[in-house]
Nanobody, 123 residues
Framework: QVQLVESGGGLVQPGGSERLSCAAS????????MGWYRQAPGKERELVAG????????VYADSVKGRFTISRDNVKNTLWLQMNSLKPEDTAVYLC????????????????WGQGTQVTVSA
C-alpha cells in the first residue's frame, strides 16, 4: 500500500534552516505529482509547495517563496523540503502528500498523506 514517511523537523531557531524528507513507497513515485502541506494548531491545513513528476515544475505558497525549496529524487523515491530563513510563523506539522496535480501556480492534494513531522521555530 501507499506509504509516506516524513522525517526531519524539530526545534529550530528563527533564521535557521531545516530539511524535511518524505520516503515514498507502494506506488509509482516517478509518475506522481507530490506536495508538502502544513498545519498549525487551530489553523486549517495549508499548501506549502508542489512539484511535478519530473521535478522541473514547482509551485509555492506566497508565504514561503524565496525561502523554501521543494525537490525530489525519483531513484531514491524521496521528496524533500529545504526550509531556510525560518520564522516563528512557520511552526506547524508538515505533511507529505502524494498523487495530486498542479494547475496554474497551485498544487491540489491527492488522497495520500504522511503522518506529519513537527517543525517548531523558536528561540
Amino acid at each position: 500500500q501507499v506509504q509516506l514517511v516524513e522525517s526531519g523537523g524539530g526545534l529550530v531557531q528563527p533564521g535557521g534552516s531545516e530539511r524535511l524528507s518524505c520516503a515514498a513507497s507502494g506506488f509509482a513515485f516517478n509518475f506522481a505529482v507530490m506536495g508538502w502541506y502544513r498545519q498549525a494548531p487551530g489553523k486549517e491545513r495549508e499548501l506549502v509547495a508542489g512539484i511535478g513528476s519530473g521535478g522541473d515544475l514547482t509551485v509555492y505558497a506566497d508565504s514561503v517563496k524565496g525561502r523554501f525549496t521543494i525537490s525530489r529524487d525519483n531513484v531514491k523515491n524521496t521528496l524533500w523540503l529545504q526550509m531556510n530563513s525560518l520564522k516563528p510563523e512557520d511552526t506547524a506539522v508538515y505533511l507529505c502528500n502524494a498523487r495530486g496535480f498542479i494547475n496554474g501556480d497551485k498544487y491540489y492534494s491527492g488522497n495520500y498523506w504522511g503522518q506529519g513531522t513537527q517543525v517548531t521555530v523558536s528561540a
